[in-house]
């Protein structure tokens, strides 16, 4: 495995991952994703293949 793939596992989650944590109950999938285009997660979520990563620090902005 590169140390880029490492650096960015150990730094990021996937958004479900993240949502798990963050809320009691998870929202939606799709809910999740608007958040991430409207910009209500910051930092900014990044795109890795077909899925959404997310620092595990961010936070959920309204």
């Known amino acids: ?3 880029t793939k490492q650096t960015i596992q150990s ?3 996937t958004l479900q991952e993240w949502a798990a944590t963050m809320f ?5 999938e799709n809910t999740l994703r608007r958040w991430v ?3 209500h997660i ?3 979520p990044q795109k890795v ?5 997310v ?3 961010a936070r959920y902005v309204s």
Do not use: A, F, N, T
């Not at 009691?24 to 939606?28: E, F, M, Q, R």
């Not at 293949?49 to 990563?53: E, H, L, T, V």
């Open 11 to 13: 730094r990021y989650v």
């Open 37 to 39: 285009h409207d910009g």
């Open 1 to 3: 495995m590169s140390v």
């Open 24 to 28: 009691s109950k998870v929202p939606h």
């Open 49 to 53: 293949g077909k899925s959404w990563q």
């Open 42 to 44: 910051q930092p900014q």
């Open 55 to 57: 620092k595990r620090d």
